[in-house]
């Protein structure tokens, strides 16, 4: 079993910052990649960022500038630093993460999600 557990979410109003976090626990003998995904109200879900083992990251457009992400492999976690939020950021943002698992063999699990709110 793996599992990922995010925290950080809530509301914030335009133009504030929130920093999401992702802990990924269980049978885990090594992770690739790790990253976000978000659903906004009415939309499919989609990608948003995402970091390799060896630190390469990649930003959906709309993001780019305006998030970070990073991870801390001796604790399996990864983090989504947003800043200058809009509203049209407000989503449920999932964690999702790849690697090797000592019962699962590979493995791409997802988080439950957060929700971020972006209003005045």
């Known amino acids: 079993q793996v599992q990922l557990v995010e925290s950080g979410g809530g509301l914030v109003q335009p133009g504030g910052s929130l920093r999401l976090s992702c802990a990924a626990s269980?049978?885990?003998?090594?992770?690739?990649?790790m990253g976000w995904y978000r659903r906004g109200p009415g939309k499919a879900r989609e990608f948003v960022a995402d970091i390799s083992r060896s630190g390469t990251r990649r930003y959906t457009d709309s993001v780019k500038g305006r998030f970070t992400i990073s991870r801390d492999n001796t604790k399996n976690t990864v983090y989504l630093q947003m800043n200058s939020l809009k509203p049209e950021d407000t989503a449920v943002y999932y964690c999702n993460s790849d690697g090797l698992s000592s019962d699962l063999g590979m493995f791409n699990s997802w988080g439950q999600g957060t929700q971020v709110t972006v209003s005045s």
């Open positions: 269980g049978s885990i003998l090594s992770i690739n990649s």
